[in-house]
């Protein structure tokens, strides 16, 4: 259990968002690292959606590589490797980029790593259904049978073998409500980001509306 805690605290880190003016955004949440070598996090696209600009932990500055707004989900990389280098030597831990499961569970035991990790090792949690599409979620999401309250999206949701099966996300109605606090982003719709990213030439059909790029790249 102990190591599962320090996967917490070496895979899920908060983010810090701002506007155009400079000034912190009140969205937050936190990013799931998935690729070391190429320093490729990622987040629920609704964190990042209203944000001029991302930082991890504050210091390093991140910027929108790719994002599916059907699957809900947008990859991060730095602005700058080098100042990612030199700010990953300085933790006082190590840093490390999650496994993706083969799939994501239908039913099971699981933990869950949010920020800020309020206990560790890893809460427990029970995955209750998997891609069963609902009312809120027409391309299936997870359902948990913890509540995910607001500002853990980005959040990992991990198996017995410490592997990435999902990432939680909150969906808020109006007053910020959450309309169904029990979700998680499925691993398939994670990996199909990381291929649609990355090797295009092996790219699925990722399902995005009419009109709008999947891909999107800022500042």
């Known amino acids: 259990m102990l190591a599962l805690g320090a996967e917490c605290r070496e895979s899920v880190f908060p983010l810090r968002l701002m506007d155009k003016a400079g000034v912190a955004s009140q969205g937050f949440g936190a990013a799931v690292l998935l690729d070391k070598k190429r320093w ?17 932990v504050s210091l390093v500055e991140l910027r929108v590589l790719y994002v599916d707004r059907q699957s809900n989900v947008a990859l991060l990389v730095p602005k700058d490797l080098e100042t990612m280098k030199i700010w990953s030597g300085f933790l006082p831990h190590n840093v490390r980029a999650v496994e993706l499961a083969p799939a994501s569970p239908s039913t099971g035991n699981a933990q869950v790593c949010i920020y800020p990790l309020r206990s560790l090792p890893a809460e427990p949690t029970r995955v209750v259904s998997g891609l ?12 948990l049978d913890r509540s995910i309250q607001v500002g853990e999206s980005g959040g990992a949701v991990l198996d017995a073998d410490h592997r990435l099966i999902g990432m939680v996300v909150t969906l808020l109605g109006q007053g910020g409500t959450p309309v169904y606090p029990s979700l ?11 291929i649609s990213a990355f090797e295009p030439a092996l790219r699925a059909d990722v399902s995005v509306p009419s009109g709008v790029p999947s891909t999107q790249v800022r500042r």
């Open 40 to 56: 490729v996090y990622a987040t629920p696209a609704n964190v990042v959606a209203d944000a001029d600009r991302i930082f991890v």
């Open 132 to 143: 069963e599409p609902g009312p809120l979620d027409s391309e299936g999401l997870m359902r």
């Open 184 to 194: 998680a982003i499925p691993v398939e719709k994670l990996r199909q980001a990381m």
